[in-house]
């Protein structure tokens, strides 16, 4: 089961940080990715992250602004939202899966992951 927090009401330009928990398994062996989901449209990818770490990829939106990162002793990979914006408000999701599909890129870009969390609100507002 992965489990997200850390979503709230936030300020543009200003900063969250998300945390995606792994409960009954460890998360040392799994890809990691985030995505976000706007009501109407399509879940997008937003960062992810390879199961030892040594790879990233953010897409273009976020490049730059956020920074995804695995916390091994607490069993989390965080993803550091600055610089928000309005656009950014949506329910971010994370995802989990032991078994590489290709570059951590293609597997963001595929959504190529089989564990899913319930999702957190964000919502950028003044």
């Known amino acids: 089961q992965l489990v997200e927090s850390g979503g709230g009401l936030v300020q543009p330009g200003g900063s969250l940080k998300l945390s995606c928990a792994a409960h009954?398994?460890?998360?040392?062996?799994?890809?990691v990715g985030w995505f976000r989901q706007v009501p109407g449209k399509e879940r997008e990818g937003v960062s992810c992250?390879?199961?030892?770490?040594?790879?990233?990829h953010y897409e273009e939106p976020v490049k730059g602004r956020f920074t995804i990162s695995r916390d091994n002793a607490k069993n989390t990979v965080d993803l550091q939202m600055d610089s928000l914006k309005p656009e950014g408000t949506a329910v971010y999701y994370c995802?989990?899966?032991?078994?590489?599909?290709?570059?951590?890129?293609?597997?963001?870009?595929?959504?190529?992951?089989?564990?899913w969390g319930q999702g957190t609100q964000i919502t950028v507002s003044s």
């Open positions: 995802a989990a899966d032991s078994v590489g599909r290709g570059s951590v890129k293609d597997m963001c870009d595929g959504q190529s992951f089989r564990i």
């Open positions: 009954g398994f460890s998360l040392d062996y799994y890809a």
């Open positions: 992250i390879s199961r030892s770490g040594g790879n990233t």
